[in-house]
């Protein structure tokens, strides 16, 4: 199996907890909190591990939040790599409310990070062994450019090592400008942004959009995450769209990294394009199944695939 590694640039502690209902001024009586890892690719070698796989988890930590969160991801028996930073960790509150049943996600930014502890981030990138993959997922924080972005792609990229890119907006697009990424995984909203085009009110251009960045060379597999209706997957040749089974959801917090948590196992698995959909669909549909920030359960992962396996779900040539 491929060796995986995920590196996360602004990574977080995440609080949850429940109270009645939302309102101001008064006091609002919470739950006791629960504390878990969180940020993008720290949540991708996460739902690997859930997964039965095996990924290192790279990240800044400082202060007692940074402690706490690498405490959390040994105890969860994920690997890690470390480097220490001035600003401490960041923690993010996600609030679910008993009346209403709605969901509040309060995310503060990423801590700063120096050039130095950039430097020292992307010393850890070039030590991976020939042939990782390496995902490379969330936000950018306060002290690194797009430009420092594209750098550390392309260095790893003349180490050998694979990258997929889960970001957004400048980051998204600056990573795909570098081309040769391995995986990437925007949604449609993501994705009318990288074509021009509103893709919400052409759907049957998203597509011919993903098509267009894998034929351009930018990234190997495009899969575009619809909501309700699955995920499209693109590679050169093929293309297939996996609908979930309907499942009751809780919510959508972690469904996009488990999701690519999933796929990336796959690929360190060398599956092909339909068994990576269709797990990566699975993994993403058990995820909302969980109140808060869990990530997916392996045993409703599990159900799910072996559900959508038994589906006829057709391989479309480009």
Not at 55 to 61: G, T
Not at 102 to 129: H, I, N, S, W
Not at 146 to 161: F, M, N, W, Y
Not at 242 to 266: C, E, I
């Amino acid at each position: 199996m491929t060796p995986i590694f995920t590196l996360t640039l602004a990574p977080s502690l995440d609080t949850s907890t429940t109270t009645a209902k939302l309102y101001p001024d008064g006091k609002l009586r919470c739950s006791e909190p629960i504390y878990e890892p969180g940020g993008g690719g720290i949540n991708v070698a996460r739902a690997i591990a859930h997964l039965g796989g095996k990924a290192c988890a790279i990240f800044p930590a400082g202060g007692p939040t940074g402690q706490h969160l690498a405490e959390l991801l040994q105890q969860e028996r994920v690997e890690i790599q470390t480097v220490k930073t001035q600003a401490w960790t960041r923690q993010n509150m996600h609030v679910h409310t008993e009346v209403t049943c709605e969901q509040y996600r309060f995310v503060m930014p990423g801590a700063k990070l120096t050039t130095q502890e950039f430097d020292q981030l992307r010393e850890c990138v070039l030590a991976l062994p020939h042939g990782s993959i390496l995902v490379i997922s969330g936000s950018l924080p306060e002290g690194v450019t797009v430009d420092e972005l594209q750098s550390l792609i392309r260095l790893a990229q003349t180490k050998g090592i694979e990258c997929v890119l889960d970001s957004s907006g400048q980051a998204l697009i600056a990573g795909l400008e570098v081309g040769g990424l391995l995986l990437v995984k925007p949604n449609q909203k993501e994705l009318s942004e990288l074509s021009g085009k509103d893709l919400l009110e052409e759907p049957s251009s998203v597509l011919e959009a993903a098509q267009s960045i894998v034929a351009a060379g930018k990234s190997k597999y495009v899969v575009v995450s619809l909501g309700a209706q699955g995920a499209l997957a693109v590679a050169q040749n093929h293309w297939v769209q996996v609908v979930p089974p309907p499942v009751k959801m809780r919510s959508t917090v972690g469904a996009g990294d488990s999701m690519v948590g999933a796929m990336v196992l796959k690929l360190s698995q060398q599956a092909d394009l339909l068994d990576i959909a269709r797990y990566g669909v699975a993994a993403g549909s058990a995820a909302t199944l969980n109140k808060g920030t869990r990530l997916c359960q392996q045993h409703d992962v599990n159900a799910l695939y072996g559900y959508l396996c038994q589906q006829q779900t057709p391989l479309n040539d480009v």
